[in-house]
Structures are given as structure tokens and as C-alpha cells.
């Protein structure tokens, strides 16, 4: 049990277009979904943390109108990169946390992204 | 939560073990030790966690010292397959909030 999907596992898009990355637990409700990005050789950086039905709450320094973070079901949540630029490409990782079983996070299996 | 700190890089023969180890020194007594792998391009993956008993499953060992300031991930026969990066997290448990990973420990598992 415990499964995350994300989608899309790849995607190309031009400089100044926006991306919509979907991230849904398959088996299990997701109250709080995060966001991950992370550059070739480096650790999961926290982007964001995703609430169903509220706000989501973002990392200093993350643009909150760039990166556009919706939960608005208890099993999906979506980033969209906008005005996406070259700097952006990285690959984006999802999680969902979940409270039994002591696994508590169930991680996607990651979005790269590469703006050209 | 605690910070942790592990070796950047750590390489293993094939078939043996491998030992990883955490430091976790200002670790509180609500905080559980997690570790998680992150094969190239793939999202982490739940290894194992414990809180102050050693605890098996059928991936790992967990280790844990008596004042619980360090830990061990054993890997009993390494294979290829786990090289990986790997993440020790020390947070409260059933708490939900952010996991925050910290460099990790690259594993090369060699032939």
C-alpha cells in the first residue's frame, strides 16, 4: 500500500511557457503533500508544503507565483512551473505523508523537467 | 528535527555488508531514526526506522546506540542494485510535517 504517482515522469517545454506536474496518492488519503526540487548531484531540496483545502506553505526563498502549488482533493496535488526559464529545469519530487504503518511518507517517482 | 551527519561516500563489495553510519547527537527522545535510499532518477524510497531497539526487516538493520546519538544501517549482502544515495533522518514520529534530508551517504556497491 502507500503508493504516490507522479505525472509526468518527463517533460520538455519552452522558456516562458508554464508545466503542470500531478502528484495523487493511489491508496490512501493525503492530507499534506510536499514538494520536492532537486539539482543534478544534490540533495531533496523543500519547496513547499501542500495542505488539502488551504493555502500551501512554501520554503524561504520559493517563489510562491512561480511555482503554483494546488491540493484541492485529498488525493491530488499539482505543481505548475510558470513563465518556466532554463534555470527551472531540475527534477521535481512529490510526497505524501501518511500516518500509519510508520512509513510516514511515500515519495513520487519524480518529474524531470528540462525548459529550452 | 535533529541534524544528522554522514559520510559523503562509502563503497562495498558485492555480497558483503555494508555498514552506514548516522550521527545524530542532539537527537530528543520523541525522535525516531528514519533512512530512506534515492536510486539515481527515482524518488526515495522507506528503508527502515527505530527508536531506541535494533530493528530488521527485510531490507536492513538499524542499529542504534544506547544514548541513541548514532546509528547504523547494515545492508546484509549488498548487491549492485543498492547503490544508491542514502538519507538518515532523525524526526518525531506520526507527527506529519516536513522531512528534510541532509547530504546523504553515496553508495557504491562494486562487482
Known amino acids: 500500500g502507500a503508493v504516490v504517482s507522479q505525472h509526468p515522469s518527463r517533460v520538455i517545454c519552452k522558456s516562458g511557457t508554464s508545466v503542470k506536474i500531478e502528484c495523487r496518492s493511489l491508496?490512501?488519503?493525503?492530507?499534506?503533500m510536499f514538494w520536492y526540487r532537486q539539482f543534478p548531484k544534490q540533495s531533496l531540496m523543500l519547496m513547499a508544503t501542500?495542505?488539502?483545502?488551504?493555502?500551501?506553505?512554501?520554503e524561504q526563498g520559493v517563489e510562491k507565483d512561480k511555482f503554483l502549488i494546488n491540493h484541492a482533493s485529498l488525493t491530488l496535488s499539482t505543481l505548475t512551473v510558470t513563465s518556466a526559464h532554463p534555470e527551472d529545469s531540475s527534477f521535481y519530487i512529490c510526497?505524501?505523508?501518511?500516518?500509519?504503518?510508520?512509513?510516514?511518507?511515500?515519495f513520487g517517482s519524480g518529474t524531470r523537467l528540462t525548459v529550452v | 528535527d535533529a541534524k544528522t551527519t554522514q559520510p559523503p561516500s562509502m563503497d562495498c563489495a558485492e555480497g558483503r555488508a555494508a555498514n552506514l553510519p548516522c550521527n545524530h547527537s542532539?537527537?530528543?527522545?520523541?525522535?525516531?531514526v528514519y533512512w530512506y535510499r534515492q536510486i539515481h532518477s527515482q524518488g526515495p524510497q522507506y528503508i527502515i526506522h527505530g527508536l531506541k531497539n535494533n530493528e530488521t526487516n527485510e531490507m536492513a538493520s538499524l542499529i542504534i546506540t544506547e544514548d541513541r546519538k548514532s546509528s547504523t544501517l547494515i545492508l546484509p549482502h549488498a548487491t549492485l542494485r543498492d547503490t544508491a544515495v542514502y538519507y538518515c533522518?532523525?524526526?518525531?514520529?506520526?507527527?506529519?510535517?516536513?522531512?528534510?534530508f541532509g547530504q546523504g551517504t553515496e553508495l557504491s556497491v562494486k562487482p
Open positions: 501542500s495542505n488539502e483545502g488551504s493555502k500551501a506553505t512554501y
Open positions: 542532539t537527537i530528543s527522545g520523541n525522535e525516531y
Open positions: 510526497s505524501a505523508s501518511h500516518l500509519e504503518g510508520g512509513y510516514g511518507y511515500t
Open positions: 491508496d490512501f488519503q493525503a492530507t499534506t
Open positions: 533522518i532523525v524526526r518525531a514520529y506520526n507527527q506529519g510535517g516536513k522531512l528534510i
